[in-house]
C-alpha cells in the first residue's frame, strides 16, 4: 500500500498544513505470484454476474410471461409499457433519493464513529463490535425490528410521548417520512462495515504528518481537512461507491418494511422488478432489470473516475 | 510450476464451488415407485380445518407432507415469484380464481384433474378452457363488512344496508373517537375491497366483468362502475372515515380493532372467522354477541364472492412420475374420503354433492352463509391483471392517485395481461 511518501510542504510559522498534491496513483503489474489470487474473483463474477446479465439481455426485449410458452421479440415495448404505466420514473426517482439517502447518512454516521472509535482500547473495540452488530442481523429481520419500533404504537412513539405528551406518528405511512426512515435503516444496517473501513484508513495515515501540522500550529479541523481526510480518500471512495450501489440495488429492507408503500413511494427499482416477477411479467421484469443495471454502471462508472482521482497516495 | 499448479487449483475449486451451488436436485422415479413425502405450498394463515385435512392424509396415506410456508401478505406475489424461478412443490395451494391462475399457464404446468372422481359432484373447480386444473374444497370467501354490535347500537346506527349507509355511519360516528372504517394499507390486498364490493350489482353473473372483456365497456369510463367504485372509497378517505394510521395497519390489527370496539367496521372476508375466534379467547358465542356481517354493493345489500386460496389444491407437473400420482392421490383424498370429516371439524359449509352440512354454526357463519346466497362474482375473478387494483387503491389512500387516474392504470394492467392470456381481441 505505501509506497512513497510525500511529505507536506511546511510553510514559515504562522503557515499551514495545505492540501497535499494529488500525484499519480502507483501502478501495479499482475504478475504470475497474483494469477492465482484473481482468477476466483474472476470466475465468480462470470458466474454469477457476467452469465445472468447475458441471459438477462435478450428477456429485457421480450414478451415472456408465465402466461405462455411463446417467447416473441418485442423491442423496446416494454420500456414502454414501464413508462406509460409510471412504474419505470417512478420507481428510478425513489430509488435515486433513496440511495443518496443512504450514502449520505452512512458516510458521515460512519466517519463519525470511526473518529470516535480509532484509537484500539478495551472500550472502543467493544463498541466497534457493538456497531457491527446490525451487520450481522438479517437485512428482513432487520426490517421487522425496525417496523415494530417505528409503529404507531411502538417503542420510539412512546419515547417522544415522554417529552411530547399524547406524541403519535405513523412513521412507515407517510409517504415522505417513509422513504426517509426505510432509507434511515438500511443506513443503520451497513454502517459497520463503512466504520471499519474508515478506521483503517485513519489509522494508516502517517503520525508525522499530522505531527508536522500540529507543529505548524494547524487546529484540529484544519489537520483533520488539510491532512487526514485527503490520506482517508481510497477508504472514502470505496465506502461512497459501496454505499451508493448498496442502496441503488435496494430490495430487502424495502420488502420488509413497507412492502414498497404507502401507495408506491418506496417501490425501489428492485422492488418493482420483483413485483413484475410476481405478476408473471418475466419479460417486463428484465427490462427493469436491466435498467438497474445501467444506471448502476451510469453512475459508478464516472463516481469512481471522479473519485480515484482525488486520490493520492500516502 | 508452483504458480501454475496454484492456478489450476483456485480455477478448479471455484467453478466447482460455483456448481455445485448450482446444480438442481432434481430427481426422476418411476410411477410405481415408494412416495415418502411431498412438498405442498400454502399460505402461512392456513385453516386449522385444512392443516387438520393434512394430517389425517398422513395418517391415512404414510406419506408426509412437507409444508412450505407462505406469508399471507403479498401471498400471490411470494408465491409467483417462487414459481418463476421454476421451483414446483408437489401440491399447489392457490387462488381458484382464472384470473389469478392464468399467470402459472396451467396448460403448461398443472396435471389435468378432470378425469378424478370430484369433479362430477363439486359445486365448483377451477376450470379453464373446459379443463379441471385445481379442487375447491372450501366454501367461498365472501367478501364484506365486518361490523361491531354494540359500537353501532351505542351510537343509534343499524348495519348498514348499502355504500351510502356506510357514508351516513361515518359522519355519524365523526368525533366519537371510534374509527368508522378501520382500513388495512399495510396489508395490501384489503384497500381494493371496498371498490371491489361496490362493482357486485354491475357484475351479477359476471356480467361487467364480461363487458369489459368483450370491450363492450372500458374500465376507465367516467361514468363506469370501477371509476365510481374508485370514487367512493377515495371519498371516503377524503371524510376521515378511515382509521388516522390506514397506511400502516394490517388486517389482522383490523380484525382486532372490531373485535375490540375501537372500530365500527372493517371490509374482509369470511375465512377470516377462525382468526376471529382466536382473537376473542375461542368464545363463539362471545364473537356472535360482539361482531355481525353484512355484504354491501353500491345500493343494496349484496355480497361479493370468490372461491379462495385455502384448500383450493392444484397438482403442478414436476416430472416425477410417482409423486405426481401422490399428489392426485391427496387431491382425491381431499375430496373424497378425508371431506366430511374436514367439514365436520369446522363445522364448515360443504361444496360437494353427498356431503352433509353438520350442525353447530354460530350465528356469524350463518350470516356468511346467507350473505354467499346474493353475492355477485368479483370482477377481478374473470379480468387477468385486475389483480393491480390493490397497487391503484394504495395509491389512492397514500394521497398518490385519483379515481381516473386510477382506472387507467388498471386497464393498462389488463390490457398487458389478456394481451398476454391470448384473449380474443386484446
Known amino acids: 500500500m505505501v509506497t512513497q511518501l510525500q511529505a507536506p510542504p511546511v510553510s514559515s510559522p504562522a503557515g499551514s498544513a495545505s492540501a497535499l498534491p494529488a500525484g499519480p496513483r502507483p501502478r501495479r503489474r499482475v504478475t504470475r505470484r497474483t494469477w492465482p489470487f484473481i482468477i476466483p474473483s474472476i470466475v465468480l463474477i462470470c458466474v454469477f454476474f457476467t452469465v445472468p446479465f447475458l441471459l438477462n439481455l435478450p428477456f429485457a426485449f421480450s414478451s415472456w410471461t408465465g402466461y405462455s410458452s411463446d417467447i416473441a421479440f418485442v423491442g423496446l415495448s416494454n420500456f414502454e409499457l414501464l413508462a406509460s404505466r409510471g412504474i419505470l420514473w417512478t420507481s428510478t426517482a425513489v430509488t435515486v433519493v433513496y440511495a443518496v439517502i443512504c450514502m449520505l447518512v452512512q458516510n458521515v454516521v460512519s466517519l463519525s464513529l470511526a473518529f470516535a472509535l480509532r484509537d484500539t482500547t478495551w472500550g472502543n473495540t467493544f463498541f466497534r463490535s457493538l456497531f457491527f452488530l446490525p451487520v450481522l442481523i438479517s437485512p428482513l429481520a432487520g426490517g421487522y425490528i425496525w417496523r415494530a419500533i417505528l409503529d404507531p404504537e411502538g417503542p420510539l412513539n412512546a419515547a417522544i410521548g415522554v417529552v411530547v405528551p399524547g406524541f403519535s406518528f405513523a412513521w412507515l405511512g407517510d409517504p415522505v417520512w417513509a422513504l426517509f426512515s426505510v432509507a434511515f435503516v438500511d443506513a443503520w444496517k451497513w454502517c459497520g462495515i463503512a466504520t471499519l473501513v474508515y478506521i483503517a484508513g485513519i489509522n494508516s495515515v502517517p503520525r508525522e504528518l499530522l505531527e508536522a501540522a500540529e507543529i505548524d500550529g494547524a487546529p484540529p479541523w484544519t489537520r483533520f481537512w488539510k491532512v487526514t481526510f485527503p490520506l482517508l480518500a481510497p477508504a472514502f471512495t470505496f465506502n461512497v461507491v459501496t454505499t451508493l450501489i448498496g442502496a441503488l440495488t435496494a430490495y430487502d429492507v424495502v420488502a420488509s418494511m413497507t412492502q414498497g408503500g404507502p401507495g408506491d413511494s418506496t417501490s425501489t427499482l428492485n422492488f418493482a422488478v420483483v413485483q413484475q416477477f410476481g405478476y408473471s411479467f418475466f419479460g417486463v421484469a428484465s427490462s427493469l432489470n436491466l435498467f438497474v443495471t445501467l444506471l448502476v454502471v451510469v453512475v459508478a462508472i464516472p463516481l469512481v473516475s471522479w473519485l480515484r482521482r482525488r486520490e493520492i497516495s500516502a | ?367 356468511f352463509q346467507e350473505a354467499a346466497e346474493t353475492a355477485s362474482p368479483g370482477v377481478n375473478a374473470g379480468i387477468p391483471g385486475f389483480v393491480v387494483l390493490k397497487d391503484v387503491t394504495t395509491k389512492i389512500l397514500a394521497d398518490q392517485s385519483n379515481p381516473i387516474d386510477g382506472a387507467k392504470e388498471l386497464a393498462l394492467s389488463v390490457q398487458q395481461a389478456a394481451g398476454a392470456a391470448g384473449i380474443d381481441g386484446w
Not at chain 2, 371509476?227 to 367512493?232: I, K, S
Not at chain 2, 378517505?237 to 375490540?260: M, R
Not at chain 2, 377462525?274 to 356481517?293: A, C, K, P, Q
Request: a negative charge.
Open chain 2, 1 to 367: 510450476m508452483l504458480d501454475r499448479r496454484l492456478m489450476a487449483a483456485s480455477g478448479v475449486a471455484v467453478i466447482a464451488l460455483a456448481v455445485s451451488g448450482c446444480a438442481g436436485t432434481a430427481e426422476s422415479t418411476d410411477a410405481g415407485e415408494e412416495v415418502t413425502s411431498l412438498t405442498l405450498w400454502h399460505g402461512a394463515c392456513v385453516t386449522p380445518e385444512v392443516e387438520g385435512l393434512y394430517e389425517a392424509f398422513e395418517a391415512e396415506s404414510g406419506i408426509t407432507l412437507e409444508l412450505v410456508d407462505i406469508r399471507c401478505d403479498g401471498f400471490e406475489n411470494a408465491t409467483t415469484t417462487r414459481w418463476a424461478t421454476g421451483d414446483r412443490p408437489d401440491i399447489l395451494t392457490y387462488h381458484a380464481i382464472p384470473s389469478l391462475v392464468y399467470p402459472l399457464n396451467p396448460a403448461e404446468n398443472f396435471q389435468d384433474l378432470s378425469d378424478m372422481d370430484f369433479v362430477s359432484k363439486a359445486f365448483a373447480t377451477v376450470t379453464i378452457d373446459d379443463t379441471v386444473y385445481g379442487a375447491i374444497t372450501q366454501f367461498p370467501e365472501v367478501y364484506g363488512f365486518y361490523y361491531n354490535k354494540a359500537v353501532l347500537a351505542d351510537n343509534g346506527l343499524e348495519p348498514p344496508r348499502s355504500m351510502a349507509d356506510l357514508v351516513e355511519m361515518c359522519s355519524s360516528l365523526q368525533g366519537t373517537g371510534i374509527d368508522p372504517i378501520i382500513e388495512s394499507g399495510a396489508s395490501g390486498w384489503p384497500t381494493q375491497l371496498i371498490p371491489l364490493l361496490s362493482m357486485a350489482e354491475a357484475n351479477q353473473d359476471g356480467a361487467y366483468a364480461e363487458a369489459v372483456l368483450s370491450k363492450e365497456e372500458t374500465l376507465d369510463d367516467p361514468d363506469g362502475p370501477l371509476v365510481a367504485g374508485l370514487t367512493l372509497y377515495s371519498d371516503l378517505k377524503a371524510d376521515g372515515c378511515f382509521n388516522a394510521d390506514a397506511t400502516t395497519t394490517s388486517f389482522e390489527d383490523s380484525l382486532a380493532a372490531v373485535i375490540d370496539g375501537e372500530a365500527a367496521v372493517t371490509v374482509l372476508h369470511s375465512n377470516f372467522y377462525d382468526s376471529l375466534v382466536t382473537y376473542i379467547g375461542g368464545d363463539r358465542d362471545l364473537l356472535d354477541e360482539t361482531v355481525g356481517f353484512v355484504g354491501l354493493s353500491l345500493s343494496e345489500q349484496m355480497a361479493t364472492a370468490n372461491y379462495g386460496p385455502f384448500g383450493t389444491f392444484y397438482a403442478p407437473k414436476t416430472g416425477d412420475a410417482a409423486k405426481e400420482a401422490a399428489a392426485r392421490e391427496f387431491i382425491e383424498f381431499a375430496t373424497g374420503a378425508g371431506y366430511q370429516d374436514m367439514v365436520d371439524s369446522g363445522p364448515l359449509f360443504p361444496v360437494y354433492e353427498g356431503a352433509t352440512t353438520p350442525d353447530g354454526f354460530s350465528e356469524l357463519q350463518l350470516s
